[in-house]
DNA sequence: TCTTGACTTAGAGTTAACTCTAACTATTAT
DNA sequence: ATAATAGTTAGAGTTAACTCTAAGTCAAGA
């Protein structure tokens, strides 16, 4: 698959695509004979997995020290299991924080759709 | 309150808090006589409200839009509802993508949990 | 009165995560 | 064979959200 039908497969440029893979956020791709890019399917998985975790705000760094640590054979899965424990933790938090706006967001939205339909502002 | 006491209670920078006021992420504080901030309660609930909504992910931008609106009357009070259930629905989208993250990742752990007890790296 | 420490503004600098540019090479269609 | 298209790298530029610096003002204690 070439880097074209990758990004547009998973919405994401051509740009994006070779920063995270010369950042290291995802190993090196296979190439064709002539040196270009030519996605196999542990290929894709790399992608997916970024995209993934970008989208849910893992940052980049985190993503850079699991690639590295997955080159790096068997030895590293303790190590592995750290971060992603560690992610896991963060993400959980970011949650939180999320529902409680969620919830401030709901609160305000009741209120204004009230004056909205009555004209009137209430409560505090 | 002092900006100092500002800082403290809500664990955030005093150059962040002049920030988010020079930028119109919050309304202008009050003032002692002498031009210096003297928080009162009104001016802390901006501030409280402003930190939530940035921790929770929204950006600054929506926040400056959304003061803007209250300070122009409750001829507003449409477009701030519409602002804050965009808000919403954007919130809700980014805990969507969390929470496929956070599935991902379980998987993982509990593969690698388990390879860290026996010694091997099962499935897939 | 003098100094210390907290405050002020304006504006420059930093960081993360892209995004774009330039100069070049390779592949495909005519 | 050659023009158009798509790819390559290295490195500069951009954006959001702070964060820091400089130069100055103000209030309280020795």
Do not use: F, H
Request: aromatic share 8%; net charge negative.
């Amino acid at each position: 698959m070439t880097i074209k039908e990758v990004s547009n497969k998973y919405d994401i440029t051509q740009d994006t695509l070779r920063y995270y893979e010369r950042v290291g956020m995802i190993p090196t791709v296979t190439r064709t004979s002539g040196g270009i890019r030519d996605y196999q399917e542990a290929d894709l998985q790399w992608v997916e997995l970024a995209i993934c975790m970008r989208s849910a705000g893992i940052p980049v760094e985190a993503m850079i020290e699991y690639v590295k640590l997955t080159q790096d054979g068997e030895s590293t899965i303790p190590a592995r299991l750290q971060l992603l424990v560690e992610q896991k933790e963060n993400l959980l938090e970011q949650r939180e924080k999320i529902d409680k706006m969620l919830e401030r967001l709901s609160y305000k939205i009741k209120r204004y759709e009230v004056a909205v339909e009555t004209g009137k502002l209430t409560w505090d």
